[in-house]
C-alpha cells in the first residue's frame, strides 16, 4: 500500500510539472487570490464562510474550503479523466482494488495541492509580513473532516461511475457544500442539533469555527460525533463506491460504453 | 468447481461464460457458454466477426465484466471473488491508450508495477529489461504523447508484463499499425510465449493468427465454433483434393471415363479428391491435351474463418436465457 502510495505521489507530481503552463497558471491564480485575502482582510465585514473575521480564520476557512471542494470532486474528475484518456480499465485491473487504488490517488492529489498552497501561503507572508497562526488542535477535526470529505468525494465516485457525465451534479453539490459548511449549526439546539450532527462534516466544521473564531478549547463530547461522523460518511462512501463498481462490472460499462 | 490442486500449466480456464446485456425487449445475449483453456506458453488466437463477443470475453476473463454464468480461473484463482488472481493476467485493451500519455516510458513501467504490487526497485529492474527487450531504450525520455503509434502499442505491451504475469491478453494488438510496427509485435508475441507466458490474442489479421497460434478459437454470434490446434484445424478444411487445369476440348469418352474414377470437370477444369497413384490414372486419361497446371488444394486461415462464419446461423439455445446469478 505504501508502494501504491509512493507511485500516486510520483506520477501526480510528474504529471503535474510536465506541463509548465498549467503550473504557472494555477500558482497565479492561487497566490493572486491569497493575496487579496491579505490585503482586503481587514475591510472584510467577514468571509463567506464565516470562520470569524481574523486573518487566520479567514485563510484556514478559504483554504478549507477550496480543499474540500477539491476533494469532493477529485475522484469523479480523476475517473472521468481516465475514462477519456483510456487507462481506467487499466486501474480495474489492479490487484488492490479500485477503492483503494482512487484513495491512493486522491490522497497524492491532496497532498499535492497542500504543498503548492503552504509553499504560496509561506511566500506571501513573507511578503506582507501578516503572520496566521495555526493551533495544533485544530488537526483532529481536520481529520474528521477529510474523512467525511473522502465519503462524499467516493459517493460522487460512485455516480460517475453509473451516470458517467456528472459535471452538473457536481456543480449543484458545491452549492449545498456552502450552504452546509457555512451554516451555524454549532448554535442549534434540539433534534436541529442531532439533524445537524447526522450531516456530513457539519461537527467537524462546527469544531472548527469555536476553535477558531471563538478561542475555545476543543469539546471532546462534540469531537465523539465529529469523529463518528467522519467515520461513517467514509463507510458510506466506500460501500456506495463498491456497488457501483459492481453495477458497472455487471452491465459492462467500466470503460465508459 | 473446486478443484483440489490447480494445474499449475494451466494459466487461463475459463468455463462456459454467459453474458447478456440490457434488460426486458433490449435484452441482448452476447457471451453463450464459452469455454478456453491455455497452458503456459501457449498462444490462443480467438477469432470471431466484429461483435461476436470477443471483447467481451476477454473483460470477462480481466475481472472488468461479471460473467452472468461460469467462472474464470486465472492460474487457479477466480478474478472476481479473489483479487490476488489478478496480479497473475496483464492486458491490453483494445480502443484503449493503456498508458499515462505525460509520462514516459520507464515512467509507466515503475508506475503499473506499483499498480500490480511490484516493490520499486524491482520494476524499475524490470522495466530496464522490458525497454531493451522492446528496442524503447531510445525513447527513455520522450512522453508516451510523442510515440508514434507502434512504439504507444509495443510500450502497452510490456507495461502489461512487468509485473510477470501468467497470462496476457491481448485485444486487436496491430489493429492500425503499419506493416512494420505489425510485424515488431508478431515477433514479440512469439518470444514472449517462449518465455512461457499464455497468450489470449484477437485479430482480425488472420495471417498474423495464423502465423502466431498454437490454438484458434473461432466464435460467432457469441458461440464458439471451433476450437482446435491452428494446424489440425487448417488441415481439416484442406481438403487435399487436386486441382487439374488443361488447354482444348475433352471428347466424350475421356469425359466418361474421367467421371468413373470420381473427378469432377467443370469447362477446363477438373476436382480430383482422389489417391497422388490414381492421380497419373487420371492424367493420362488426359493424353494428348496440353496441362497447365496440377495443384493440390490447401487451406489458409482465412478460407477456414470464412467457411465457419459463413455457415448459416446456429439454432437459438433451447435452455432458458441465462439470469444474473446473485
Ligand atoms: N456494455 C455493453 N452494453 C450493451 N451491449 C454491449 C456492451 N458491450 C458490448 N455490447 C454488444 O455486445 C456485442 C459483443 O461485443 P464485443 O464483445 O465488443 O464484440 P467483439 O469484441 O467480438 O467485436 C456487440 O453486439 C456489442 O454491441
Ligand atoms: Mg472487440
Redesign the pocket.
Known sequence: MINLLMGEFKRTWIQFLRYPAEVIGGVIIITSVFYGLFISAQYMAGPAIAFGDRLDAIVVGYVLWTLVIFIVNDVATNLQLEAQTGTLEQVFLSPFGASRVFLARAIASLGLRLTLILTILLIIMGITGSRIQFPLALVLPLVTLLLAAYGLAFVMGACALIFKRVQQVLGIFQFALLFLLAAPTEDWRGPARAFANGLPMIPSTGLLRDLMARGAGLDWGQMGVAIANGLLYFALGMVVFGWAERQAKRRGTLGGY | MNRPVPDPDIALEAHQLCKAYGRGRRRFVAVREVSLTIRAGQVLAFLGPNGAG??TTIKMIGGLIRPDRGWVKLAGLDPHRQPMALRQVGAVL?GNRNLYWRLTPPENLEYFGALRQVPRRLARQRGQVLLEQFGLLEKQRTPVQKLSRGMQQKLAIAVALVHQPKLLLL??PTLGLDVEASETVKALVRDIAASGCAILL?THQLAVAEALSDRVAIIRQGQIVAEQPTQALIQQFSDSAYQIRFAGLLSDGQRDAIAALGATVTENRIRYAGSPTSLYTLLSLLKPLPLLEVSQHRADLTDVFLQLVRQPSPPEPSTPTPKPDD
Open positions: 470477443k471483447t483494445e485485444d486487436e484477437t
